[in-house]
């Protein structure tokens, strides 16, 4: 895939009339009316509408209303041009506040035409007619979910049922999260091949984040940390030189299209101590064996138990974690992850980061993360880069 593909635009609409269809399908056989979604990933997915608003407020007030016929979408006047551009129909576009687009096309917005969430939301409700709602009541407000309870008596819960519409890839949904992976190891390799002594770990993830821009990714997580402060799981980058022998860990991810990565590497800084190249050793070994032990029908605590124990029996002991992997889509965590405690039985066609971390404030921290497919013939894995403890030279 690349960026001068004039298909691409096609095959998004495309996949985005897929993914409605699958969602329509469920609704019907399970005997829903409506669906009301209002998280990112889920507007995204029923509705092919990706807000700029939305992913940097991921409490951001909007919803998207399914039925079996129409596609409803209820957002702050702001989003009015940009969902008609997406593929909207104007009039089932219902906006909220103050904002303007001049002009006489069909995406002009001239008048306040709802004053708050709510008001649109109730209009939006009086265009359907269900006596079955399943909807997200994490996200929705509380008047929301009454005036739906109200409208259409008890509703169901969209949460966990929209993880199981999504957790079957399409085709094409692969490659967009194959493609996003691609870019993040590119971006990872070029933090590795740019990372000196005396370089920060701000300027190191400056590289990352560049790269993936380049690739046309949206960076999203850009952990880059060295020294001790590799021990730091979901840290932000410091302006602290880069000295011989600090570990310096990767966990990046971006966003193409609304499909996630999630991938890290650890290197060194020129020759790893014995104990270094020990732990690494062991923690590659457990992401092998967690690799081997994908299999569908597989129960995913079987996973988790058979990483760990590879890492122990190379030597790391205790190796301690409360998770060595999780599914992966328009989210960078989705059901199901891969527990102590999951009943979940793995599925061909879903995809999943596997991973096995080691974080221990004082010393350091290091991990190898992979994203892959679940096939009926085991896990094929995206990235192809280079999985050993990475070398920089000093």
């Keep these: 895939m690349s960026l001068g593909d004039t298909t691409l635009v096609t095959r998004l609409r495309t996949l985005a009339d897929e993914r409605l269809t699958r969602v329509r399908r469920k609704m019907e056989a399970e005997g829903f009316d409506l669906l009301v979604v209002a998280s990112p990933e889920n507007v995204l997915y029923t509705t092919g ?9 991921r409490r951001y007030d909007y919803a998207a209303l399914v039925t079996r016929d129409a596609v409803l979408l209820v957002v702050p006047a702001a989003d009015f041009a940009p969902a008609i551009d997406a593929g909207l129909v104007p009039e089932n576009i219902f906006p909220f506040g ?4 001049s002009g006489s096309t069909p995406s002009a917005h001239t008048a306040i035409r709802h004053a708050s969430f709510m008001e649109a939301f109730e209009a939006a409700i009086r265009c359907v007619n269900a006596s079955r709602t399943v909807a997200e009541k994490g996200y929705l407000p509380r008047e929301a979910i009454d005036l739906l309870v109200r409208s259409g008596g ?15 890839k399409l085709p094409f949904e692969v490659e967009l999260l194959r493609y ?4 993040t190891e590119q971006a990872i390799d070029a933090g590795i091949d740019a990372a000196r002594v005396g370089m920060t770990d701000k300027e190191v993830a400056s590289f990352v984040a560049s790269q993936m821009s380049l690739g046309g990714g949206l960076p999203r997580n850009v952990t880059v940390v060295g020294g001790e402060r590799s021990a730091l799981a979901d840290a932000m980058s410091s302006e602290r030189p880069l000295q011989r022998g600090d570990l310096l860990r990767f966990d990046v991810g971006c ?5 996630k990565s999630d991938m890290a590497r650890t290197a060194v800084i ?8 020990q732990r690494y050793t062991a923690l590659l070994e457990g992401l092998f064996v967690a690799i081997d032990t994908m299999r569908p029908g597989t129960p995913a605590r079987d996973v988790f138990e058979a990483g760990v124990t590879a890492v122990e029996d190379r030597g790391l002991r205790p190796f301690r974690r409360q998770h060595i992997g999780h599914a992966i889509g328009m989210a960078v965590y989705e059901a199901p992850v891969i527990t102590p405690e999951s009943e979940d039985i793995l599925t061909a066609g879903t995809t999943f980061c596997l991973e096995t971390p080691y974080y221990e404030p004082g010393w350091g921290g290091m991990m190898v993360e992979d994203t892959g497919l679940l096939t009926k013939e085991g896990f ?3 990235s192809s880069t280079d999985r050993t403890l990475r070398i920089v030279a000093d």
Excluded at 180 to 183: L, R, S, V
């Design 154 to 168: 008890d509703i169901a819960d969209a949460t966990s049922w929209m993880f199981g519409v999504r957790a079957v």
């Design 380 to 382: 094929q894995l995206f």
């Design 255 to 259: 966003s193409y299209y609304g499909y």
């Design 49 to 57: 509408y990706e807000s700029m608003g939305a992913t940097i407020n």
């Design 180 to 183: 996003a992976t691609e870019i």
């Design 270 to 277: 020129g020759k790893p101590s014995p104990l270094q190249s």
């Design 98 to 101: 103050k904002f303007f687009f």
